[in-house]
C-alpha cells in the first residue's frame, strides 16, 4: 500500500511521466481496479505512444488480447 501510496504522490507532483503511470496501472491493477488501471495506461500511452508491452498489457485487461 506505501508504494500506491508513492507513486500516487509522483504523478501528482509530475503528470508527464509515462513510467509512474505504467507503475500505477499495475499497482492498480493488484488491487483490482480495472478502469482505474486502464486510465493509468492510457495515460502512459498519451505521453509515449511507442510502448508496446503497455500497449498489450491495456488490450488484455480490455479482453482484446
Known amino acids: 500500500f506505501e508504494s500506491f ?5 509522483a504523478v501528482l ?3 508527464s511521466d509515462f513510467s ?3 507503475m500505477r496501472g499495475g499497482l492498480l491493477m493488484q488491487q483490482g ?3 482505474r488501471a486502464i486510465a493509468a ?3 502512459s500511452l498519451e ?5 508496446p508491452r ?4 491495456l488490450a488484455e485487461i480490455q479482453g482484446k488480447g
Open 20 to 22: 509512474m503511470h505504467n
Open 47 to 51: 505521453l509515449k505512444p511507442d510502448q
Open 41 to 43: 495506461y492510457r495515460r
Open 33 to 35: 481496479q480495472t478502469a
Open 5 to 9: 501510496l508513492a507513486v500516487e504522490h
Open 13 to 15: 507532483l509530475d503528470d
Open 54 to 57: 503497455t500497449k498489450e498489457i
